[in-house]
C-alpha cells in the first residue's frame, strides 16, 4: 500500500527529469530571442527554434543522427535549405566582409549561435537527407567565415555555402576537418512538452492508486 501512495510522486518525477533535461539544451527561443540587429533590421527565425552551435561542436551529422543526446528523437531536426537561406539573407543581405549591411547582423549571429570568433572558417551540417546530394552519406555543407581585421572580427555567409538555397556545396555527412556543428531546428514551443509515452504509463498508474485509495476508505468504513 506505501508504494502505491508512492505512484503520484514518481510520476512527478519522471515529468520534471524531462523538463529539465529539455530546458539544459541552449538554443534561439523564436517566441523570446531578441532578433533585432543594426537599426531596425531583423533575423528571421521563421517561427523555429534554432539549436546553439555549441551543443552539436565538433560532432559529425552521423554522430548526431546516431542519437547524440537523443536531438532528434526529441524533435530536432536538420534545418531546410530554404530555412537555412532566409535565415541567413535575413542577416546578411549580401555576401561581402566589409559591407555595413551584413557587420551587425553576422556579429548577431556569432553572439547569439555561440560561434568561437578565433575559428576562421566554422562550417556546419543543414539539410534534409538527399536536400543536396543524392547519397545518403552527403549532407548540405555551410560555412560561416570570420576575418581578423585590425583586432576587430569580421564575417560572412558565402551564397554556395548556405546563404542561397539555390546553389549549395555538399560534404560527407562524417567529415570533420574543421571546426563543425549542425544547424539544428525545431517548432517553437513556449514551454518544454511531455512525451505521449509519459502520459500512457503515468496514468494508468494514477488510476491504480485512487481505485486503491478508494478501497482503503471502504475498508476503513466497513471497520
Not at 54 to 66: L, Q, S, V
Not at 151 to 159: A, D, H, I, R, Y
Not at 204 to 210: C, E, Q, T
Request: proline share 3%.
Amino acid at each position: 500500500m506505501k508504494s502505491l501512495k508512492l505512484l503520484p510522486f514518481l510520476f512527478l518525477c519522471l515529468i520534471q527529469s524531462n523538463q529539465i533535461h529539455a530546458a539544459s539544451l541552449s538554443y534561439i527561443n523564436a517566441s523570446n530571442t531578441n532578433t533585432q540587429y543594426g537599426s531596425g533590421m531583423f533575423a528571421n527565425l521563421q517561427g523555429l527554434d534554432w539549436l546553439a552551435f555549441g551543443e552539436t561542436k565538433d560532432k559529425t551529422r552521423t554522430e548526431i543522427e546516431g542519437g547524440y543526446k537523443n536531438l532528434l528523437s526529441d524533435g530536432w531536426r536538420y534545418a531546410t535549405r530554404n530555412e537555412t537561406a532566409a535565415l541567413l539573407t535575413s542577416i546578411s543581405p549580401i555576401q561581402s566582409f566589409f559591407s555595413p549591411s551584413t557587420y551587425y547582423g553576422n556579429g548577431w549571429f556569432r553572439d547569439i549561435f555561440d560561434v568561437s570568433s578565433s575559428a576562421g572558417k566554422y562550417d556546419f551540417f543543414y539539410g534534409s537527407t538527399g536536400e543536396c546530394s543524392s547519397s545518403a552519406n552527403e549532407s548540405c555543407l555551410g560555412a560561416y567565415s570570420i576575418l581578423d581585421f585590425f583586432g576587430s572580427p569580421l564575417s560572412e555567409f558565402s551564397n554556395n555555402y548556405g546563404r542561397s538555397g539555390a546553389t549549395t556545396m555538399f560534404n560527407f555527412i562524417s567529415n570533420d576537418d574543421t571546426a563543425h556543428s549542425s544547424l539544428l531546428v525545431r517548432n517553437s514551443i513556449s514551454s518544454v512538452p511531455i512525451p505521449a509515452a509519459v502520459y500512457l504509463f503515468g496514468a494508468p498508474l494514477l488510476g491504480l492508486f485512487g481505485i486503491s485509495r478508494h478501497n482503503a476508505q471502504l475498508k476503513n468504513q466497513n471497520n
